[in-house]
Nanobody, 122 residues
């Protein structure tokens, strides 16, 4: 069993910063891509940023220059530093990880955290 546990959400004024954290635990042999997604009320879940095990990153255009994703492979953790937050960043943020459970597993599986609320007031 694999769990992803997020923390760090909250209420912040526009222009402020938040740092989200997500730690994976359980039966984990290897983690491939880790990422953050978000879902605003009435909207579809969208990708915010991803990072590979080698450190290559990818961002949605609206996050470029403001958000920074990083990971600690030893801690099986991924982080999202969010600066210059805007009201339109308000959403539930979800951690995602593509995980190989054991050395003999045939494929990677996608796991999701429970979500953490980020609210940016104007």
């Amino acid at each position: 069993q694999v769990q992803l546990v997020e923390s760090g959400g909250g209420l912040v004024q526009a222009g402020g910063s938040l740092r989200l954290s997500c730690a994976a635990s359980g039966s984990i042999f290897r983690i491939d891509v880790m990422g953050w997604y978000r879902q605003a009320p009435g909207k579809q879940r969208e990708l915010v940023a991803t990072i590979t095990s080698g450190g290559s990153t990818n961002y949605v255009d609206s996050a470029k220059g403001r958000f920074s994703i990083s990971r600690d492979n030893d801690k099986k953790a991924v982080y999202l530093q969010m600066n210059t937050l805007k009201p339109e960043d308000t959403a539930v943020y979800y951690c995602n990880a593509r995980i190989l459970g054991t050395a003999t597993s045939s494929r990677y599986l996608d796991y999701w955290g429970q979500g953490t609320q980020v609210t940016v007031s104007s």
